[in-house]
């Protein structure tokens, strides 16, 4: 399958190098000709485990260099969505598919814009990856990545999607109600990326101490409420997992995190700022979400 991974970050760059790995025909599309140049002059370096590999796969920051295909990854920050679906409608044709995995709300709606609501596929992965400096990642976490149709009927191709990634050993599956799964991963986000950011944590270090572990789950029960009051069934207990995944991605520094790191924009509006609007017309009280959503604003702002 000739695959374009549009946002070649950390998570496109990990994807792509997994895929390339198990034989696809694929390539990086990223706007930092410097990470480009360093993958292409001596291919992807992957920290992994302790264990570094390094994977040759094609970049470019020149959308016309890659020609149609038949899949598009969609891995660019949510405050770059809609600009960018201008490169994913010059890269697909009327039978390709477009993946998101994107963090946060919003991204499918930005995309439906522009591409046909059928050909969009959503979903949410719980793999971990940092990006430690242009041409080389780390590979920090690992877990199960779920697909499906943003509009029914489902797109022909999303089972083929799956079993392409699960071959490239991406643990992944199908759902029917992939709006669920994305509220799942937006709680994990609400409960781990605006403190990591802020306090220059790592995911594992939120666990560390009985004040940071209650602000993150304060933060998640807000969301929760939020969620619920708009009709959404929540499953299970999401603060327990917001703790799992944090401790199963204890190395890495979660991807608002890397953003301030670096003095990038980050997605907290379509994070916590997401859920803030939306507790705003539903009547929710948010206090934790909105002052985060304030403080990452405030530290952005001032770079």
Known sequence: MKIAMIGAGAMGSLFGALLAEAGETVTLLDIRQDHVDAVNANGLSIESAGRLRSVRVPATSDPDRIGKVDLAFFFVKSVHTAAAAQTAARLTADASLILTLQNGMGNAEALSETIPP???VAGTTAHGATFLKSGAI???GTGETVIGAWQKPAAAGITTIAEMLNRAGIVTRVVDDVQAVLWAKLFINIGINAITALTGITNGQLLDRPETRQL?????EEAVAVARARGVVV?????EKVFQIAAATGPNRSSMGQD???HRLTEI???NGFITRTADTLGVPVPVNRTLTALVET?????
Do not use: F, K, N, T
Not at 216 to 220: C, I, K, L, Q, T
Not at 235 to 239: A, K, S, T, Y
């Open 216 to 220: 993150a789950r304060e933060a998640v």
């Open 299 to 303: 530290l952005q702002s001032h770079y």
């Open 235 to 239: 499953d299970g207990d999401p603060v």
């Open 118 to 120: 059928a050909r969009i």
């Open 269 to 271: 509006g379509a994070i």
């Open 260 to 262: 301030v790191d670096r």
């Open 138 to 140: 780390r590979h920090a």
